[in-house]
T-cell receptor, first 116, second 109 residues
Framework: GAVVSQHPSWVICKSGTSVKIECRSL??????MFWYRQFPKQSLMLMAT?????????EQGVEKDKFLINHASLTLSTLTVTSAHPEDSSFYIC????????????FGDGTRLSIL | DAKTTQPTSMDCAEGRAANLPCNHS???????VYWYRQIHSQGPQYIIH???NNETNEMASLIITEDRKSSTLILPHATLRDTAVYYC??????????FGTGTRLTVIP
């Protein structure tokens, strides 16, 4: 089945640090990848839609200058949390959808980010 | 995108079939029904999806009513590892997925 790899799985860093999270589709090409955030005991909330070769589309309330998204190839999208603060601590999850229409999204295992 | 309604929680005895209902009365003709589950501290796992016909794969069966206003996910022989939050999502294939609150399924030994 389709596999999406997300790295790292766990990050602990100091306030003010920038953190990069990678999302790779291992066995299929994805023109579109999605970035979600999940706070404890809450459901997933979409942050942005990442399209290969173009600018990401951010959901309302998500700061594009703080959460930088790059989708440089059909198999890789990155999310960089710039100057992270404790309130950015969360579970970040990416997903990717194959080029073929109607195919489901497949999710990475998530990155737990803890800012001290 | 159509909204879905699911029970907040369900219990199922280990080895028995788990039947998880979902109502999506406002579904439109080009919207698929997707089912995902999320085990604690992991990313959502795709289970199955369908448009009109019933579907079956190695994980589950999806039964969609003829009017497409509701569906049921069936795990034929639930195991303890099936304990998770199950999300029913109605969406066109092109859009992002909107996750509601889902059904927390607890499989009991």
């Amino acid at each position: 089945g389709a596999v999406v790899s997300q790295h790292p799985s766990w990050v602990i860093c100091k306030s003010g640090t920038s953190v990069k999270i990678e999302c790779r589709s291992l066995d299929f090409q994805a023109t579109t990848m999605f970035w979600y955030r999940q706070f404890p005991k809450q459901s997933l909330m979409l942050m942005a839609t990442s399209n290969e070769g173009s600018k990401a589309t951010y959901e309302q309330g998500v700061e594009k200058d703080k959460f930088l998204i790059n989708h440089a190839s059909l198999t890789l999208s990155t999310l960089t949390v710039t100057s992270a603060h404790p309130e950015d601590s969360s579970f970040y999850i990416c997903s990717a959808r194959a080029l073929t229409g109607g195919q489901p999204q497949h999710f990475g295992d998530g990155t737990r980010l803890s800012i001290l | 995108d159509a909204k879905t309604t699911q029970p907040t929680s369900m219990d199922c005895a280990e080895g028995r079939a788990a039947n998880l209902p979902c109502n999506h009365s406002t579904i439109s003709g080009n919207e698929y029904v997707y089912w995902y589950r999320q085990i604690h501290s992991q990313g959502p796992q795709y289970i199955i999806h369908g448009l009109k016909n019933n579907e079956t794969n190695e994980m589950a069966s999806l039964i969609i009513t003829e009017d497409r206003k509701s569906s049921t996910l069936i795990l034929p022989h639930a195991t303890l590892r099936d304990t998770a939050v199950y999300y029913c999502i109605v969406q066109t294939g092109a859009n992002n997925l909107f996750f509601g609150t889902g059904t927390r399924l607890t499989v009991i030994p």
